[in-house]
């Protein structure tokens, strides 16, 4: 099956500083990655849609100052958190959808990203 | 209302029962429907798309009803290995490439 890694599993920073995950598909290339962020016990949020070679598209609310994200190949997207802030700590999850166009989409593992 | 809603639970039902949970959405032009599974602290892994006609896996059962949005999913014989959180998805399409997820239900399977 289709698999998505991401990196780091588990990252602790400062506020104040910034932080990079990626979010890499293995065996597949994928036009669009999608990065959700999720706060215990609540669902997954979108926070914006990727495209490979084009700009992000992010959901209303979703500062895209602040959370950069670049998607340079058809295999990597990275998701920056610049600035952190104590209530930007949450489980971040990558997704992408193959080129195949289905809808289905293959997660990665998540990152946990703690602000203190 | 939110776009896809779901009975947060908990579930907490006996080994062997069987455990229906419910779904509405709110786009009744919505293309595709999923549950998906998730363990505490995991990424979600797709269980099962769900299909017009319903569609059967196993001890898994999933049906969906367009004129009512509404999108079940049924688990028979419950093992402990259930115990998770199932979330239902709805991909508006026209367009639209991303998933919206409801906020899960929480199953516990006891012995």
């Known amino acids: 099956g289709a698999v998505v890694s991401q990196h780091p599993s588990w990252v602790i920073c400062k506020s104040g500083t910034s932080v990079k995950i990626e979010c890499r598909s293995l065996?597949?290339?994928?036009?669009?990655m999608f990065w959700y962020r999720q706060f215990p016990k609540q669902s997954l949020m979108l926070m914006a849609t990727s495209n490979e070679g084009s700009k992000a598209t992010y959901e209303q609310g979703v500062e895209k100052d602040k959370f950069l994200i670049n998607h340079a190949s058809l295999t990597l997207s990275t998701l920056t958190v610049t600035s952190a802030h104590p209530e930007d700590s949450s489980f971040y999850i990558c997704?992408?959808?193959?080129?195949?166009?289905?809808?289905?989409?293959?997660f990665g593992p998540g990152t946990r990203l703690t602000v203190t | 209302r939110k776009e896809v809603e779901q009975d947060p639970g908990p579930f907490n039902v006996p080994e062997g029962a069987t455990v229906a949970f419910n779904c509405t959405y709110s786009?009744?032009?919505?293309?595709?429907f999923f549950w998906y599974r998730q363990d505490c602290r995991k990424e979600p892994k797709l269980l099962m798309s769900?299909?017009?006609s319903g569609n059967e896996d196993g001890r898994f059962t999933a049906q969906l009803n367009r004129a009512s949005q509404y999108i079940s999913l049924l688990i028979r014989d419950s093992k402990l290995s259930d115990s998770a959180t199932y979330l239902c998805v709805v991909n508006p399409g026209e367009n639209n490439n991303d998933m919206r997820f409801g906020a899960g239900t929480r199953l516990t399977v006891k012995p």
């Open positions: 997704s992408a959808r193959d080129l195949a166009g289905v809808y289905e989409q293959y």
């Open positions: 065996d597949f290339q994928a036009t669009t």
């Open positions: 786009n009744s032009a919505s293309q595709s």
């Open positions: 769900v299909y017009s």
